[in-house]
């Protein structure tokens, strides 16, 4: 089955079992105390664990307030430069655990990866259902202005500043109080620059 209907399909159920087991939200007066988000950054590569992962950040972003969401490699997937280099490290990914498999071309990704982007595209359409069990869902089109790249040509990559890495960059060096919190569900370096 393809990757973007599984993800459609498990945010669709995720979201219709949330109607059917869901209380109505609590209304907060005038005298409710303001409650502060965690400011939170997700790096994500695109193997199924993450891919699961993101759909349910998506489903409790009500409870962060979302600074990013970016791509990142893998340690066993990753985009490649497009120059067909096989290797980043010598030996590093094709010689795991002791077995020689290959130069693993097929570990790349799909030349139009886009995973982050389906996911928020899939939240867009059930979003105004879950408008209606709490009005703080993020809108669509604010998770996507905050989708960036990464470092994602190999693993471990850290050979230049990226979008992703510019943002992170920002984050920690603006002016509100507060910790940022950096989930980093990729590869070790997922969004680092030099």
């Not at 969401?69 to 010689?95: C, M, Q, T």
């Not at 498999?101 to 030349?111: D, F």
């Not at 979008?163 to 997922?190: N, Q, R, T």
Request: proline share 8%; charged share 25%; net charge negative.
């Amino acid at each position: 089955m393809p990757y973007s209907l599984c993800c459609r399909r498990a945010l669709l159920l995720v979201s219709l079992a949330g109607c059917a087991t869901s209380s109505p939200p609590i209304a907060g007066g005038a005298d409710a105390p303001a409650r502060q988000h965690p400011r939170v950054v997700v790096t994500t590569d695109p193997e199924l664990d993450d891919a699961n992962s993101l759909i349910r950040y998506l489903l409790y972003s009500t409870d962060f307030r979302t600074e990013g969401l970016i791509y990142a490699s893998s340690g066993f997937h990753w985009k490649g430069d497009g120059s067909g280099k096989k290797v980043s490290v010598p030996n590093r990914e094709y010689s795991r655990f002791g077995l020689n498999l290959c130069p693993c071309e097929s570990w790349r990704w799909a030349a139009d990866e886009h995973f982050i982007d389906l996911a928020v595209a899939n939240y867009e359409q059930v979003y105004p259902n879950l408008r209606v069990h709490d009005r703080n869902y993020p809108t669509p089109a604010e998770l996507k202005s905050k989708i960036r790249w990464g470092n994602v040509e190999f693993d471990g990559d850290i050979s230049q500043d990226t979008p992703g890495s510019d943002l992170i960059k920002a984050l920690l060096l603006d002016d509100e109080p507060g910790p940022v919190y950096l989930l980093a569900w990729g590869d070790k370096a997922p969004s680092r620059g030099r």
